[in-house]
Every structure is written in C-alpha cells, then in structure tokens.
C-alpha cells in the first residue's frame, strides 16, 4: 500500500493511458457501424449489398465498387426494389457516415435486420486505400 500512496502518479498515468488507447474501441462499439475491412469481409463472405445513399452527383464523383445509388430521400420507396432479399446484409454508405446512420434506422424499419452503416463513410474507405469507381 506504501508503495501505491508514494507512486500515486504513476498509477494516474497508467490509468489515464489505458483508457485513452481503449476510447477509439468503446466509441467505434458505439457507433454500431462496420469498419471498411469488415465490410470487405462481408461483401465477399456474405455477399452484403451496398447501397449508397448519396445525391446522384456525388455518386458520380465515387462510390464503392458494385454499390447501388438509392438517396437517402427515397430510400423507403426504392430500397425493396434495389434489395428484393431482406435476409442479406446490407450495407449503407454516404461520404461521411452521417446519412447513412439515419439510413440504417429506415432499413430497420422496412425489416432489414442485417443493415448496417460504414463507419466513416466513403471517407474511411478511402483512407483505407480501397478502390472507387467513378461513374
């Protein structure tokens, strides 16, 4: 116990530390979205759809490789055609994250248990150096 009170700050850094490099794993577990490798992993072991919800010019500027343009604004109405199987999963994407997040919720509700979002968006994919196409 003495040696704990006489090397308090040494145990402060450690803790502090420890939780600063455990941060990133608790805020990406949070977020509930797939990092670009695990989504590489599910396109090719599942077979998961992507569905960009991006406006059509920004699709045009690049998106993932087989991805299907659905905006997010007619995501209710045009996801059961692009996506007729409800039991694959489906990973949505936007440039940043943000949208697809608020896509994921609409797949939900239309009864696509395995949708899930990129983390990050086009732009973790990117920094991933995966490939995009333009179109």
């Known amino acids: 116990m ?12 450690a803790l502090i530390s420890g939780g600063l490099l455990l941060w ?12 670009a490798a695990a989504a590489v992993q ?3 072991r599942e077979k998961a759809v992507v569905i960009d919800v ?4 920004e699709f045009a500027r ?11 604004n007619q995501l209710e109405e045009k ?9 694959l999963p489906v990973i949505l994407v ?7 997040s608020r896509a994921v919720a609409i797949a939900k509700k239309l009864g696509y248990e395995q949708a899930q979002t ?6 973790s994919w990117k920094a991933a150096n995966l490939p995009v196409e333009k179109s």
């Open 118 to 123: 990129l983390s990050g968006g086009l732009t």
């Open 62 to 72: 690049g998106h993932l490789g087989g991805a299907k343009n659905v905006p997010l």
């Open 2 to 13: 003495k040696f704990i009170l006489d090397n308090w700050m040494l145990f402060a850094v």
């Open 54 to 57: 991006c406006e059509p010019e």
């Open 24 to 35: 990133p794993l608790m805020k990406g577990a949070a977020s509930g979205g797939l990092s």
């Open 94 to 100: 936007c440039q940043s994250g943000a949208r697809s």
């Open 42 to 44: 599910l396109i090719n």
């Open 79 to 87: 996801l059961p055609a692009a996506v007729k199987n409800k039991a």
